[in-house]
């Protein structure tokens, strides 16, 4: 990973379906600005107070400015991070849809446990 800020994207690459969807995330546009860290593996580098832990527990994103999200919030991150899909982090992050992305993601992390 190169010295300069950049977004990193924390997630569990032992999750067959979370593993999926960073490989599509992976092969659009931008994303060689973005670090992919699989948390799953016992060496995986982890952010500044991020355990391991919490990173496998759900999806973490650290901003290139330092800055932390995590859950729904955390996709919102990645997605402003692709030029294709920064539409979407904008609208991921009103208000009004940020809740609502939330109780979806914590929905999918109860059915998650199933496929691990």
Same mark, same amino acid.
């Given at each position: 990973?190169? &010295? @300069?800020?950049? #977004?990193?994207?924390?997630?569990?690459?032992?999750?067959? /379906?979370?593993?999926? @969807?960073?490989? +599509?995330? $992976?092969?659009?546009?931008?994303?060689?600005?973005?670090?992919? /860290? %699989?948390?799953? $593996?016992? %060496?995986?580098?982890?952010?500044?107070g991020? #355990?391991? @832990?919490?990173?496998?527990?759900?999806?973490?994103?650290?901003?290139? %400015?330092?800055?932390?999200?995590?859950?729904?919030?955390?996709? +919102?991150?990645?997605?402003?991070?692709?030029?294709?899909?920064?539409?979407?982090?904008?609208?991921?992050?009103w208000?009004? /849809?940020?809740?609502?992305?939330?109780?979806?993601? &914590?929905?999918?992390?109860? /059915?998650?446990?199933?496929?691990?």
């Open positions: 990973m190169p &010295q @300069e800020a950049r #977004t990193e994207v924390y997630y569990d690459g032992a999750c067959p /379906v979370c593993s999926r @969807e960073i490989a +599509a995330y $992976r092969r659009a546009e931008g994303a060689e600005a973005v670090c992919f /860290v %699989d948390v799953s $593996r016992p %060496d995986a580098p982890l952010a500044p991020l #355990t391991r @832990e919490a990173a496998l527990a759900r999806m973490h994103v650290r901003r290139a %400015d330092g800055s932390m999200a995590s859950g729904a919030a955390a996709f +919102a991150a990645l997605w402003s991070a692709l030029p294709r899909w920064a539409w979407l982090g904008r609208i991921a992050a208000p009004v /849809v940020a809740p609502a992305l939330e109780l979806g993601y &914590q929905g999918f992390l109860r /059915v998650r446990r199933a496929w691990r």
